[in-house]
């Protein structure tokens, strides 16, 4: 080997370096990339998650509203039903007439019957079937049932 070989064969194997070295540098960067890559994926699956969070969190709220309603509809009919059942003669358990005998009317302690129920009531006792308080004859009121009607109309 003469040194023109020499020089020829160092400069060789230093190209096949460099080749080399650049090789390894591209997957050096291929790496970094790629970890990059994932990083970027990650932080938008994690925005996604918040997202998907935030998403069930308004969904929950909103279900307990529903709820909530529901509960305050079925409050509001037992309400009405009460309502009902207290328009009702707690003699004979019927509906008040707006004429005629089982017209609504109020005893001393404020309690409504039909007309004729407690007529026939205060017969056998003076005392409020449903309170006890005392009471007579002279305490039986007409119930105005209505802004339309008036104890003339009622008595008709
Ligand atoms: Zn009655
Ligand atoms: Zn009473």
Redesign the pocket.
């Given at each position: 080997m003469d040194k023109q070989d020499i020089k020829k064969l160092t400069k060789k194997k230093l190209i096949f370096e460099v080749i080399k070295e650049r090789k390894r540098n591209k997957e050096k960067d291929q790496i970094i990339h790629d970890r990059l890559e994932s990083k970027k994926r990650l932080h938008d699956l994690r925005l996604q998650l918040d997202k998907e969070k935030n998403i069930t969190k308004e969904l929950r709220l909103k279900l307990s509203q529903q709820e909530a309603i529901a509960n305050q509809a079925q409050n509001m009919s037992a309400k009405l039903q009460k309502i009902a059942n207290e328009n009702k003669?707690y003699?004979?358990?019927?509906k008040y007439e707006v004429t005629g005998g089982?017209r609504a009317v109020s005893i001393k302690c404020g309690h409504l019957?039909?007309e004729?129920?407690i007529l026939d009531h205060l017969k056998r006792s003076k005392a409020c079937p449903i309170c006890k308080s005392l009471t007579s004859y002279k305490d039986v009121r007409f119930i105005i049932a209505g802004q339309n009607l008036c104890t003339a109309e009622l008595l008709i």
């Open positions: 003669c003699i004979c358990k019927l089982h019957f039909g004729k129920c």
